[in-house]
Structures are given as C-alpha cells and as structure tokens.
C-alpha cells in the first residue's frame, strides 16, 4: 500500500533498486545531489543533472520535461554517501517560455516505486509560491537501512540558492551549467500539446456546446487559445490590434478595459455544431476514427486538437513500451545476479536452467509489450489514415490533393506544419508537426554534415543545398497560408550562393526585393528590420499605434539569413539577436541557414541566439525532444516532391493576389 506522505514524514525503503516518479503538468528540471552524513554536497561530482545525467548509482533526465522517471540504486553508493536529494527547478528564465514560479503551477508530485511500478511513497508538493527551485524529496541512510522523507523545501533564488544551502561551493557555476544544458535541449524541442479535455478522452466523445468569451463562457479544455489576427487583412470585421504575438503591449493598459480574445470571425449566437460521429463499431472491435472528432469550435481546431492527440497517444503507448521493456531487463538482470551469487547453482544444469528461465521471462514480457503496443499502433495508424487526407493546406503535407485546390486564404490558420515527427518502435506513422501561429520564436535549419536517418551519408555542400531548400519551403508556406499583403519575406544572402534553392521566390516575385548580397546588403536589411522594431515597440509602449508613420508596412515579416557567418561582423550579428529576441512580439521573425559548427567562432556572442531559436534539420534526424516524456523524436521536413510544380502554381497565386491587393 503506497504512503501518502506529508511534509516531513519519512517511510522505510525495504528495496534498493527504486524509481522516482515526477509529475509537474509544466516542464521542471529534475536532479539528484548526493550528500554526506551531514547532508553536505562535496562537489559537482556529487551531482547528476542534465548536463551529467548519471553518477554512480544515479540516473537523471537530461532535459526539462513535465514527467521524469530517475533511477536509483542505493546498493552502488559509495560508504561516503548517506542522503540522495531529489532537486525540481523550473528552467531560467530566458531558457524558454514558462511560469518563473511554482506557485503560478499545479502542486507538483513524487512518487518512490519499485522496478515493478508498484508505488511505495508519494508526495504532493504543496504550499509553494514564490519559489522557483525545490528539495523535493531524499533519501536517508540510518543504521544502514535507507528511508525515504517528504521535503518541500523550496528557494526563490532558484538553483543556485539551493546549492549553496546544501553546502556546495560550486553552487553559482552549476547553476549555470545546468540552466545552459537545459536551454540547449530547449533549443531541440517542439512544442507542448495542448491539454487534454477534464475526462481524459481526446477525442471519442463528442463536444459539449460551449459559449464563446464574450457569452460569458468559457472555451471548452483541450482547446487552445484563439490565434490574435494580423493587422488590416482582407475579410477580417472591424479595427485589429497592429500585432498579436507573443509578448505585445496590453491593449487595456490604454483603454481600460478587458482584452477581447474572442475570434474576430466566430459566431457567438449559437455553440458550435456537433463534430462528426464514426457509424457503430462491430461488438468487441474498436470504434472507427473519423476525422475532426476532437473538441473545437471549428473543423480546423478539431482537427488541429486530434492530430496533437495523436502525439499524445503515441508518446504514451510508446512511453508505456519502453518501460515495460526496462522492467524486464532489470528484472532479469535481477534473477540472473541471484543466480550467479548462488555457488551451487554456477555450475551443472541448474544454473543452466535459472538463466534460461529468466531470459524466458524477459522474453514473455517483452512480446506481452510489444503486443500491447502493436495494438494501439494499429488503431493510431487507422486514425493517421483518414485525417491526413483531411488536413487543411496550412497542416497538410506538399503532396496533399489540398494544395491543387489552393486559393489564397481571407484570413491566418491556427497553425502551420514544418514537416513530421515518428518514434523509431512506431515506423509508420507520422505525427504531423504543427506550430502556432503567429510564431513565437524563430527557426534555425541547420546546414552542418550530418548522417541522415536512412544511413545515408550527406556532405557539406549537399547539405548547404537542402538546408536552403528547407528554408525556402518554409517560407512558401507562410506566404501560401497567410492574406494577400499580411506577411513579407526578406532574404540575406551575402556571397549569393542560395540563388538556385531561391529561385522559386525570386522568378515569382513574392520577395519584398531582390536577395541582398554583400555587406552593405547585410547592413540595410539589418539596419531597416531592427529600426521597424524599435518602432513598432515605441508605438505600442506609448499605447500608439496608430502613430506608426504613413505607408508604414504592418505585415508579419520574415527574414531568412543564408550562409551564415559570411558578411556578418558582430555589430550584424547583435542584430540578428535583437530580431531573435525582440523581433516575434512585433510581428518579424527570423530564419536563419548556417552550419552550428562554422558559426561556433563567435563563441559566447553566437550562444543566446542559437539558444532562441528552434533548430530543424534538411534531412530526417532524431534530435527534436518533447517537454512531456522527454522522447526524442526524429523530425522529417516538409521537402516538395521532386518534380513537383505546386510551389511554383501556390506561389504564382500569391504574386498575383499580391498584385491585386496592393493595387
């Protein structure tokens, strides 16, 4: 029976091979100090963090997440060691977006379980409020047995500040070590699904009616928020906000009154129609998926909450699987030390016997796992089936019948897919990998050699090509998906070396002006975007808008820095920091396509960019971590099927509508 403890109760461990549990709802950094008798840390080696996962006996995440599971033997600790803290922080600020305190979050809860899964104590962190850093948890050596106790202590100066009360010198140097290996993994992570409704089921029961924000209603769970519309586009009722990105001036600050999130095209007479129902299910099979079953007010949003529901549910079954097949491994590991300790069974038919038993186990475990998973996969590979054919051009895939159907849209989608994202146990599916918009951080494609995921070896200047290739497609589709007139692109290309990838935006004359080559070119562009910035940010600061200069451009603009560093010196590249940081709150946003490895001579300077930035690769590579259950994902990008003309025929109608709204 699990011990529900409370702060400052202890409970005996009666096994040494245990695994810590933790539940956040938003990502925290987990780690793990060692302690002598007196509960002091005698150095940084007496840490795992995600900077250093594993110390002996201990094994921790290496990135933030809002589930860690970490592994803990208490049998391989050394004699010195007499207390094992478990340490929740949440990441520093400037590491990514997220709540700075614990008090703004759900009560966080650690679980102590053995290799079985079975809990054996747990504790819901309550009472935190302005603390930003944790000591959830220890683990205690007395008289040689182990007990685990309930901490809560918690720091509002964060990591370092918990260090240093736990006695550690270092404890201003690791802090940092820790919030800089935390913002790298940021750095390669996608976004969070939206939560899921309050009864768990994603998407096999039919939506509630709901009224809208201004109805006096709230919009149903699981729904995310509505997407602020640009400034001034075709189709869009009445006066809107010059941006609405992330971290724009507070419109009430000047009028005094509350902010109206209410979807500017959304009819609130009547809550929304009924998503669709699949016909009834045979008896004892499973119910047929139908696309667009998820809560929302839209087909757009449902089908925008059921594909990020299928993330959710591969994470989990795949999550499921991997630890089932720990288990089994530490368990057999188990039995086979039992035998080996055993003299009279090492040698003889016996000792023959207990390992084959125990590798049989393993076996029927592991296939009882992989049948549990077949299961679900087949169920998650019928649902891919029939909503992809269903997506809309902002979600859908290039070679999508979607796009042949194309017209230039009266208004911005919620979101914009920036290719896939598969686990290696489910091979056949891909997650479609959608990202809110307007976009909230910039995009770095990596141009750097690499090994491709088929094992196919790519080289420097096959690279260069579909990095550019990668960015180009990125920026047709935030054209094709926006107004005519609503978003504009930019482009720096200093030695002119992206002209062929270039080609399909420069023949149809969607750039704003040619690339700029040179750096003069690098110059003006830097110099006009970081001006429009300033700008724009003085204008929403002073609660006036509207006192932008006449003419002034309000569309979304783009900006895409190929072959990077060449012509940039460090006044451009704080720039481009300044664009990073600055630029998405006020409508400009940053592309860049540079090898990580060639642009590692501006050294700390180059850091906080890259840092800000979300990284994508050309070729498929499983470096994109998810803040949930910390998989990584091998992340596929949306490349136009070669031979295709459909970025040429979206972007002809772009240039087109384009010519017909400025006229």
Known sequence: MTAELVRGQNHPLSQSRLEIRISAGTPVVAAAALGDE??????????????APTQPGLEVSRQAAADHRLAV????????????????????PGGGPGPARFGA???????????????????????????????????????GAWKVRAVGQGYAGGLADLLTDQGLPEAVPLAGTINEAVARGLARSVQAPPPRPADGDRSRQPAAPALGPDQGGTAPQGIPGPV??????????GPQPAYGGAGAADPSATTGGPIDYSHPGRRNSAPPPPPPTAPPAQPGQPAQPVAGDATGWSMEERLYNQVWGMFEDLARTTAAYRSAVDFAES?????????????????????????EAARARYTHLVDQAREALDRDLVQLVAEADVVEPALPPAFARWDSPAWHAYRVPMEIPMALRLGDLRLPEADRIRIPMLLRLPLERGLWI???????????????????????????????????????????V??????????????????????A???????????????RLTQRVDLVQMALRGGAPDALPPGFDTSQQLLIVNDFPHGFDDRAVNQLRYLADEGPAVGVHLMMVADREESAGYGPLLDPLWRSLLRLTPVPDDHLADPWVGHAWTYEPPLVPPGSQVLHQVLTQVAAARRSWGG
């Open 38 to 51: 007196n509960g002091r840390i005698h150095g940084v080696e007496w840490v795992a963090h995600p900077g």
């Open 73 to 92: 033997d208490l049998d391989a600790m050394t004699d010195a060691v007499h207390r094992v803290s478990v340490l929740l922080a949440l990441p520093a």
């Open 105 to 143: 979050v759900a009560a966080p809860f650690v679980a102590v379980t053995g290799l079985d899964g079975d809990e054996i104590a747990s504790y819901t962190i309550t009472g935190l409020e302005t603390e930003s850093a944790v000591v959830a948890l220890e683990l205690y050596r007395r008289q």
């Open 228 to 237: 602020p519309p640009s400034y001034g586009g075709p189709g869009q009722a």
């Open 331 to 355: 368990r057999m590991d188990k039995e086979l030390e039992q035998t080996l300790s055993d003299p009279r069974s090492r040698i003889g038919g016996q000792g023959d016997a207990a390992r």
């Open 446 to 488: 990596d141009s750097g050699r690499a090994d491709s995921a088929d094992g196919s070896f790519t080289d420097s200047h096959d690279m260069r090509r579909l990095a550019m290739e990668t960015a180009v497609a990125h920026a047709a589709r935030l054209l094709a998906v926006y107004p005519a007139g609503e978003f504009t």
């Open 490 to 511: 930019h482009v720096i290309d200093p030695a002119g070396s992206g002209a062929q990838p270039l080609a399909p935006l420069t023949r149809t004359g969607v750039l």
């Open 513 to 527: 002006a040619p690339p700029a080559q040179g750096a003069a070119g690098v110059t003006d562009v830097l110099g």
